[in-house]
C-alpha cells in the first residue's frame, strides 16, 4: 500500500524559510513521479511543483517559480520542497502525492500546514 | 492562462444520480488526460477517476469519467448517491506548457 507521510510545517515568518519533508514507503519511490499540491484555507487544490522519477524534469506554478525547489532523495524515500522568501499567500497545507510510471492515478498524504504571519 | 471550471455546487438526494462538469477555458480538454479527486470535509484528496475514466482499485463502478470533445468539457458521474459521497469534488489535468491544472472544485450534497 502506497503511504507518503509529510513533515515539517509550521509557522514563518514573510520572507522566511521552510523545508519540507515527504516520506514514501509501501512502492518502489525511486519509479514514481511525485508532487506537491497546496490548498489554502478555505480554498481550492493548486499544483506546486512536480519532479519525474530520477529528478532530471522538475515543473514548478508560476507563483512559486524561482522561491521554491522541489528535491528527492530516492535513497531515503523522501521528497522535499524547499521554500525560500515566503509570502503570506503561501498559507496553506501542503499534500504530497505521486503516482507510478506510465499511469496517472495520483496517491496522496495526509497534508503539513505551511502558515506565514507576522 | 488555461483554466477549467466547475460548477461550484450540486445537491441530490441518495439513490440518484449527479453529474459534475468540467470545462476547460480554451483549447481541447481532450488533449491531455483527466483525473478526479474526491475530498471529504478535514480529509487528504483521493483519486475516483485518471486517465479520463479509470477507476483506480478500491472505488465503486458508480463513479464513472468521460470526454466531451463538443463542449470541451469532462464529466464525473455518480450513480446511486450515498451520504458518504458528500464531498467536495476537483477535476486536474495539463496546460500547453505541461503544469497542473486543477478544477475550481464543486462541493456535492446529498439531501
Known amino acids: 500500500e502506497v503511504q507518503l507521510v509529510e513533515s515539517g510545517g509550521g509557522s514563518v515568518q514573510p520572507g522566511g524559510s521552510l523545508k519540507i519533508s515527504c516520506a514514501g514507503t509501501g512502492f518502489n519511490f525511486s519509479s514514481y513521479w511525485m508532487y506537491w499540491v497546496r490548498q489554502a484555507p478555505g480554498k481550492g487544490l493548486a499544483g506546486v511543483a512536480r519532479m519525474n522519477s530520477d529528478g532530471s524534469s522538475r515543473s514548478y506554478a508560476d507563483s512559486v517559480k524561482g522561491r521554491f525547489t522541489i528535491s528527492r532523495d530516492n535513497a531515503k524515500n523522501t521528497l522535499y520542497l524547499q521554500m525560500n522568501s515566503l509570502r503570506a499567500e503561501d498559507t496553506a497545507v501542503y499534500f504530497c502525492?505521486?503516482?507510478?510510471?506510465?499511469?496517472?492515478?495520483?496517491?496522496w498524504g495526509q497534508g503539513t500546514l505551511v502558515t506565514v504571519s507576522s | 492562462n488555461f483554466m477549467l471550471t466547475q460548477p461550484h455546487s450540486v445537491s441530490e438526494s441518495p439513490g440518484k444520480t449527479v453529474t459534475i462538469s468540467c470545462t476547460g477555458s480554451?483549447?481541447?480538454?481532450?488533449?491531455?488526460?483527466v483525473q478526479w479527486y474526491q475530498q471529504r470535509p478535514g480529509s487528504a484528496p483521493t483519486t475516483v477517476i485518471y486517465e479520463d475514466y479509470l477507476r483506480p482499485s478500491g472505488v465503486p463502478d458508480r463513479f464513472s469519467g468521460s470526454i466531451d470533445s463538443s463542449s470541451n468539457s469532462a464529466t464525473l458521474t455518480i450513480s446511486g448517491l450515498k451520504t458518504e459521497d458528500e464531498a467536495d469534488y476537483y477535476c486536474?489535468?495539463?496546460?500547453?506548457?505541461?503544469?497542473?491544472?486543477f478544477g475550481t472544485g464543486t462541493k456535492v450534497t446529498v439531501l
Open positions: 486536474q489535468t495539463y496546460d500547453s506548457n505541461n503544469h497542473d491544472v
Open positions: 480554451r483549447g481541447s480538454i481532450a488533449s491531455n488526460y
Open positions: 502525492a505521486s503516482h507510478p510510471p506510465g499511469q496517472l492515478v495520483l496517491y
